[in-house]
């Protein structure tokens, strides 16, 4: 099946670049899809608490024998925690029955709320502290990174953004590349392949390297060096998604595909979403 790459990060520390994605999975459904991932070989899997099935993830990392440090753990900061993310990491931390997350990220920025620069401040604390390995932030614009680089000197490991063949971020992705900043992409199927997997670009790269159109495109994320977190609750699916390391697209697949980008957004834009 290919080797599994790894991505190291600004601070050192090292992620899978391809992880499973656990979002509208309830806590059910969440220790079968990890059970399986595990088994096909996937090592990093991606929650947060506003997903409300951190208790399954836990439980499914407790059931696996696979040791907790070749595993990476993702969770996130909710938005009305700004203020108080020690006590919501502990909270999550707790679900998950671990003593550590390896990636603690601040999910939203919230400017109307304007407190994520406070809550950078206390990830920083946390990290010292040994609770999470490593921090970032999701769904940053450029401001929203100038802002807590400025303030406190730290760069974000990570910052998750929406990113699919729909929506490329090539600026901010490029801006982040110049800061040091890994960028994973989330809904990198732009959510089950609504107007990719279709489209006549992706199915002719299908054909011609013999993969899916979900491989396809999990490979774009990859030759193009974004961390991807592809979610599926689907036995086959998970499998298909990592099948994903034995082989390459070409430099004019890669064109080709940097074509089909219209800048259309599945969620919200950052600068106004404010839901606590
Ligand atoms: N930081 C943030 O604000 C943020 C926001 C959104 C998402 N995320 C993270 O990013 C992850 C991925 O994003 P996402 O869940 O929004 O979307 P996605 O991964 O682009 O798509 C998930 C959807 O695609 C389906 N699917 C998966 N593999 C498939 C395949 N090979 N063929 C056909 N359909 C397939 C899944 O169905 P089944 O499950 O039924 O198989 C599910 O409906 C999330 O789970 C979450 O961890 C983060």
């Excluded at 699919?164 to 199927?189: G, K, V």
């Amino acid at each position: 099946m290919g080797q599994q790459t790894i991505i190291k990060l600004v601070d050192e520390n090292q992620m899978p670049q391809l992880g499973l994605g656990v979002w509208k999975a309830s806590n059910e459904q969440v220790v079968g899809a990890i059970h399986t991932a595990l088994e096909v070989g996937y090592r990093s899997i991606d929650t947060a608490a506003m997903y409300n099935n951190e208790e399954g993830v836990g439980k499914a990392l407790k059931e696996s024998a696979i040791p907790r440090e070749e595993i990476f753990v993702t969770t996130k900061l909710w938005n009305d925690r700004h203020l108080d993310a020690s006590a919501a990491l502990q909270e999550s931390l707790a679900r998950l029955q671990l003593d550590y997350v390896d990636l603690y990220l601040i999910q939203w920025p919230v400017p109307e709320q304007n407190h994520y620069v406070d809550a950078w401040k206390q990830l920083i604390e946390l990290k010292e502290a040994g609770l999470t390995r490593s921090i970032g932030v999701c769904n940053f614009h450029i401001e929203h990174l100038q802002k807590v680089i400025q303030e406190t000197g730290v760069v974000p490991t990570i910052n998750q953004i929406e990113l699919h063949p729909l929506m490329q971020q090539r600026q901010l992705h490029s801006w982040n590349a110049t800061h040091h900043i890994t960028t994973e992409s989330w809904s990198p199927l732009s959510r089950g392949g609504k107007g990719v997997f279709n489209s006549p670009l992706v199915e002719q790269l299908a054909i011609k390297h013999g993969k899916t159109p979900a491989q396809i495109v999990i490979r774009w994320h990859l030759e193009c060096g974004m961390i991807v977190i592809p979610k599926s609750v689907t036995p086959s699916r998970i499998k298909e998604n990592f099948d994903v390391f034995d082989f390459r697209l070409e430099k004019e697949d890669l064109a080709a595909m940097a074509e089909l980008d219209i800048g259309k957004r599945i969620g919200p834009n950052p600068d106004n979403y404010n839901q606590l």
